[in-house]
């Protein structure tokens, strides 16, 4: 009780005081109560509304992308061969590998000039592609990276769900003459809408916390494309030591991604 009010309810009760005050980290006995100054500030701030707008992109996207992905590598690796076992630790290496790490990786892969990935496009006849230079392409770029990072992780939940999976389903369903993609529809996805639920639901929170894969790939670049909430959050408090108009962001990401959680579990109905 005493770690859970000091890491966490603590923080947040300060985070919302704080949200009311001018109050810089370099001047903490100079606070001063401002009512909704941060809060008006922040819905005045285009950069607030580029962030949300990116973190709302990537969450739409990541969200569902990775969750199939991981549902397939799940019923892959759940196969009875010898070779199974090496998938599952193939799939789950990169989630046990430092994000930071995996982010400098990724980020010499996307180099335009010497990356891997341009010398494969290359080999295929297609131009260099700016990937974390481009507007247009950075965000796709940390999604495409985020999804093979942490598909791994979800598909860890999703095989424990298949492994409860009475044999007898797919029996009665081989009884019945059922094809692959029907056993699949009719069996195995209703099987999972538990795990799927629970699945969606911190896929859904990790995605709206995404900040290491932006800080260390492209600062939040090119021209704010890569800045999220969180980013946002971290700026202002650590960069421009902003404590109170940082806790407003932080006030207002906490009802957001709280108002996304009710709505998934409203429409899971879990």
């Not at 799939?91 to 990724?106: E, G």
């Not at 990356?115 to 940390?142: H, K, T, V, W």
């Not at 109170?244 to 899971?268: E, N, P, R």
Request: aromatic share 14%; proline share 4%.
């Amino acid at each position: 009780m005493i770690l859970l009010f000091t890491f966490l309810i603590l923080p947040v009760g300060l985070a919302f005081v704080y949200s009311f005050m001018e109050y810089n980290m370099l001047n903490p006995d100079g606070k001063t109560f401002t009512g909704l100054n941060n809060y008006a500030r922040l819905f005045q701030d285009a950069v607030f509304f580029t962030a949300l707008k990116n973190t709302m992109y990537f969450s739409a996207v990541v969200v569902p992308l990775q969750c199939a992905v991981a549902l397939g590598l799940a019923i892959l690796v759940n196969k009875k061969v010898k070779t199974a076992v090496i998938g599952r630790v193939f799939f789950f290496s990169p989630v046990v590998t430092s994000m930071v790490v995996v982010a400098i990786l990724w980020t010499f892969l996307y180099n335009v000039d010497s990356g891997l990935i341009n010398s494969g496009l290359n080999f295929l006849g297609i131009p260099d592609q700016p990937f974390l230079l481009s507007e247009g392409q950075a965000m796709n770029s940390i999604i495409f990276m985020s999804v093979w990072q942490g598909a791994g992780f979800q598909m860890m939940i999703f095989l424990a769900g298949l492994k409860d999976v009475p044999e007898t389903l797919y029996e009665a369903a081989d009884i019945d003459g059922a094809n692959a993609f029907q056993k699949f529809w009719n069996v195995t996805l209703p099987s999972l809408k538990n795990v799927t639920g629970f699945v969606l639901m911190i896929t859904t929170i990790q995605a709206f916390r995404l900040f290491i894969q932006p800080y260390v790939m492209t600062n939040g670049g090119p021209s704010d494309s890569t800045k999220t909430l969180v980013f946002m959050l971290y700026e202002n408090g650590f960069q421009f030591r902003d404590v109170g108009y940082s806790s407003a962001i932080a006030v207002v990401f906490f009802l957001v991604v709280l108002t996304i959680s009710l709505i998934l579990k409203k429409v899971l109905k879990q």
